[in-house]
């Protein structure tokens, strides 16, 4: 790495390093409060996913390679194979699916998916999103018009929508049908009460960093192996006048959540799995000196001057899909975001080893020795009871399923990088490229693994005020510790 430096970015570099020197003693303070008991939270294994891209393909290229896509992936003697005879009888049946996916390549691959399977029941599925799901899906289910099957990123909205009768639980025989197929854990987080609420249809691997391997190789930069390796990438990328960091947080109503997953990623790393559980469960509050810490350690990296790029000139206003051109244009060295957001990349971008861009794990703390690892992802939960609409749950957690949606988004991303994420145990891996291969395998390593807390909690909290707070707090219109406690404060009693 580079050594002679000015008099300024030695200032920002000692300004940088107090910060993660700070951070090291949260850490040491922390190591001794491992004594807190908590009930053990399930290993997740799916995601939630925001969309915000507008750019579509052309319509007869989309359509050759569609076809090809689903020929190679979809073979019909194993889709009648998991057919009953019986579904040849939905012919003249209609099922409405509502979720929050929106952009061309992930609704438009939702859809291609469900496609092949309306083709081998007869069921017409209608798939519609958008990116207020949240917010439409609340007035929709209150005034007694919801669609048949929703997709829900927040595994704590189902338990609201399951206290509030607006879902049904799933039939044992559509649960005997997909549990086998996930791993183990895979359905407690839509459990509640014993009864199983949802399925789950798609995962998301969120403790990665996309890097630009150009700015790594041309500023001697090597990929860290721990979190003080990292800290340390950081202050001597901002000596050397680099940008580190692409940062946005801005997604519509659900505007703060990149901001709550660098906090549990945190969490997860420098605490362990007891106090994340434990604080996602409401039993240890956001004011807790553990986790203001964490907040407050975020916020010190990302007001450093120079330290973050935010394309929409500040990162409350810079939407998070828009890192992918500034990364791949090198405004920023990394950007921290989840396995889907290879979809947010311009087109034809190389990931990989080697590539343009390229990732690596979001590293633990080392004296630790564990491999801390986030998930989200999304389930579906059915609103009607008809066969049509169990049939239609039943294929959302299939590997055909699986495998029908990757082949559709890969071809819709024009071959590269998916943006897609299946744990299914039965899927077809061939479909998926080296990179996502590696997805997976970060996956069945992890230890300990998490779902993606603010989707646990209250959606109140979760996808509430835990959002609109954060954003309070990046944009300095309140302090962690003020915004924190209007948190707890809203927290269902």
């Known amino acids: ?8 970015t030695r200032l920002r ?7 993660v020197l700070a951070f090291g003693l949260i850490v040491a303070a922390c190591a001794s409060d491992d004594d807190d008991d908590a009930g053990e939270a399930p290993a997740a294994t799916e995601a939630m996913a925001e969309e915000s891209m ?4 052309d319509d007869e290229s989309m359509d050759d390679d569609m076809d090809e896509a689903m020929d190679e992936a979809m073979d019909d003697e194993s889709m009648d194979d998991s057919m009953d005879d019986a579904m040849m009888d939905l012919s003249g049946t209609k099922v409405t699916v509502f979720g929050p996916e929106s952009s061309e390549e992930e609704a438009g691959a ?5 496609d092949v399977f309306a083709a081998a029941t ?16 609340n007035a929709q289910a209150a005034g007694g018009n919801p669609p048949d099957i929703a997709v829900f990123p927040q595994p704590g909205k189902v338990g609201d929508f399951a206290a509030e009768n607006w879902i049904l639980a799933v039939p044992d025989e559509v649960q005997a049908a997909i549990g086998s197929q996930w791993p183990a854990g895979s359905l407690d987080t839509v459990t509640f009460g014993g009864t199983l609420y949802g399925v789950p249809n798609k995962t998301d691997l969120k403790s990665i960093v996309w890097y630009n391997t150009e700015i790594f190789e041309s500023g001697g930069y090597s990929v860290p192996e721990s979190l003080t390796e990292l800290q340390i990438l950081t202050a001597d990328m901002l000596a050397d006048g680099v940008t580190p960091w692409c ?3 801005e997604s519509g109503p659900a505007t703060g959540w990149p901001f709550t997953d660098w906090m549990e990623d945190l969490v997860l790393r420098v605490q362990d799995e007891n106090v994340y559980d434990q604080w996602v469960a409401g039993d240890l509050p956001f004011a807790d000196p553990r986790i203001v810490g964490t907040a407050e350690f975020v916020l010190e990296l990302w007001n450093l001057p120079g330290a973050v790029y935010a394309a929409g000139g500040s990162i409350a206003a810079t939407p998070f899909g828009d890192n992918g051109e500034p990364l791949v244009a090198g405004d920023c060295a990394m950007h921290r975001q989840a396995s889907f957001f290879a979809a947010f990349l311009p087109e034809g971008t190389s990931v990989g080893p080697g590539q343009t861009i390229d990732v690596f794990y979001f590293p ?7 491999r801390p690892v986030l998930t989200a992802g999304t389930y579906v939960s059915a609103f009607r009871d008809a066969p049509e609409v169990w ?7 299939s590997a055909e399923y699986a495998n029908a949606r990757q082949a559709a988004q890969a071809a819709r991303q024009g071959g590269g990088q998916s943006g897609f994420l299946s744990a299914n145990l039965n899927q077809d891996l061939s479909l998926y490229n080296d990179l996502e291969r590696s997805f997976v395998e970060i996956l069945q390593t992890a230890s300990p693994a998490r779902f993606d807390g603010s989707d646990l909690m209250p959606a109140a909290v979760g996808a509430g005020t835990f959002w609109t707070e954060g954003t309070s707090a990046v944009n300095g219109d309140k302090t962690v510790a003020e915004a924190f406690a209007a948190i707890d404060a809203s927290w269902p009693q």
């Open 1 to 8: 790495m580079k050594k002679h430096r000015t008099r300024s």
């Open 391 to 397: 049939a239609v749950m039943e294929f959302f957690g």
């Open 54 to 57: 507008d750019e579509s393909m």
């Open 110 to 114: 939702m859809q291609d998916a469900l």
């Open 13 to 19: 570099t000692s300004r940088l390093l107090a910060v």
């Open 247 to 249: 940062v946005g947080i």
């Open 122 to 137: 007869g069921i017409e599925i209608v798939y519609t999103g958008a990116r207020d799901f949240s917010d439409q899906i």
């Open 364 to 370: 633990a703390v080392a004296a630790k020795g564990n």
